[in-house]
Nanobody, 123 residues
Framework: QVQLVESGGGLVQAGGSLRLSCAASGRTFSTYGMGWFRQAPGKEREFVAA????????YYADSVKGRFTISREAAKNTVNLQMNSLKPEDTAVYYC????????????????WGQGTQVTVSS
């Protein structure tokens, strides 16, 4: 079992930055890939970014490419999402997820999920 706890959400003005963190416990951190997803009111949950087990490969949705950066800190069992140049359309609940197996990181096929953290971007 893996427990994931997100932090770092909040209210920010358009053009600002936020850094989300996800602390993982319960299994060896290096054995699973990590991802960030988001869900806005009335919309389906969507992929934002992911990083593989080693941290050597990262994946981004087109809507955030060039603005968001995902990284992992093995010593802290943490995955981070640095969000810059935020837009009102980035407003959503952001979820951290862990993937035991490899494969496609762009889908919702992750094994463990956090409870989410709210990000609100005002115009």
């Amino acid at each position: 079992q893996v427990q994931l706890v997100e932090s770092g959400g909040g209210l920010v003005q358009a053009g600002g930055s936020l850094r989300l963190s996800c602390a993982a416990s319960g299994r060896t951190f290096s054995t699973y890939g990590m991802g960030w997803f988001r869900q806005a009111p009335g919309k389906e949950r969507e992929f934002v970014a992911a990083i593989n087990r080693s941290g050597g490969s990262t994946y981004y949705a087109d809507s955030v490419k060039g603005r968001f950066t995902i990284s992992r800190e093995a010593a802290k069992n943490t995955v981070n999402l640095q969000m810059n140049s935020l837009k009102p359309e980035d407003t959503a609940v952001y979820y951290c997820a862990a993937k035991v197996s490899g494969g496609n990181y762009y889908t919702l096929n992750f094994d463990y999920w956090g409870q989410g953290t709210q990000v609100t971007v005002s115009s």
